[in-house]
């Protein structure tokens, strides 16, 4: 379900390449410190963008360097790390989780049983110093299940729980910014969601699999979920702009406004291509 929300990196300079990737070596570093190595696994790119996001908005001091490490053991990467990397790092490791715990559960795939064990042990840890967060995963996570379960025939209720999920993760602290992180975190969370299911729709077709534009009705030919997306999109970008972000303003707009798009095109056609050789 992630993924999604990562840069274009044609579009980025160098030095804007340079931070993105020291962000998300810096979110990887914090998870190996903070919940062990093996946690690592479910590192995901779209942290570095809810990581980004607070940066931006609070500005805090940084601290950072350049290392090798067991991913990358030869040419040295540059690193940064503050209070949000440590956020998007906890907050990653959580997601990681729960998902695995939900993987397992609805599938029982070994897969998911084997991650939750890696990912699990750390969550009350997590959920001691973000209770708000992890709650909110938790519940969510749980509801959203139950609407697939029920084969839930409007997108935008799974697409909301999803959405509220989001919205809790990306408001870091209770202030004066936080309606308009949580209206930003609701609106990606729908679109991820969406994009998600419009991905997957011919291969759950042919599956038999819970898939909200097959739930509401939609036949083979069904082509209209862009209309979902632009829609989710804007939510999320309105409440974007009404943030005073200065740093970093560039590489999060290119995130938002055009590696959202490109990255679930391009996945779109992979699944095209799988399900055509397929």
């Known amino acids: ?22 962000v998300y070596c810096g979110i990887c570093r914090e998870i190996k410190h903070s919940d062990g ?9 779209d942290m570095a963008f809810l990581a980004l996001l607070l940066m931006s908005l609070y500005e805090p001091e940084e601290s950072g360097g350049d290392r090798s490490c067991i991913l990358h053991p030869i040419k040295k990467h540059p690193w940064l790390t503050n ?35 890696v990912f699990g042990k750390n969550v009350a840890d997590i959920a001691e110093q973000f209770p708000r967060q ?3 995963m938790e519940t969510c996570i749980r509801q959203l299940n139950a609407l697939e379960k029920d084969h839930c025939a409007n997108p935008d209720e799974p697409a ?38 419009a991905i997957d729709y011919e291969k759950d077709r042919k599956q ?8 509401m009705g939609a036949g083979e030919d069904y082509t209209h979920w ?19 972000l200065v740093q970093d303003k560039h590489l999060l707009d290119n995130i938002l406004y055009s590696g959202v798009w490109l990255n679930y095109r391009k ?8 399900d055509h050789n397929g």
């Open 1 to 22: 379900m992630f993924g999604l929300v990562t840069a274009s990196p044609k579009e980025l300079t160098q030095e804007e390449k340079r931070r993105y990737g020291a």
């Open 208 to 215: 038999g699999k819970y898939n909200p534009f097959i739930a």
């Open 83 to 117: 209070e949000y990397i440590r956020y998007a790092a906890r907050m990653n490791v959580a997601l990681a989780a729960y998902k695995a715990k939900d993987d397992w559960e609805d599938d029982k795939k070994l897969s998911a049983r084997v991650l939750h064990s």
């Open 226 to 244: 862009e209309q979902y997306l632009v829609l989710a999109m804007a939510g999320c970008t309105d409440a974007y702009e009404r943030l005073p």
């Open 134 to 136: 992890c709650q909110s």
């Open 37 to 45: 190595q093996a946690c690592r696994l479910g590192l995901q790119y």
């Open 160 to 197: 909301n729980c999803f959405g509220r999920l989001m919205s809790d993760l990306m408001v870091y602290k209770e202030d004066m910014w936080s309606e308009s992180l949580g209206k930003l975190g609701f609106h990606l969370g729908r679109f991820i969601y969406l994009a998600d299911a």
């Open 267 to 274: 996945q779109q056609r992979k699944c095209e291509k799988e």
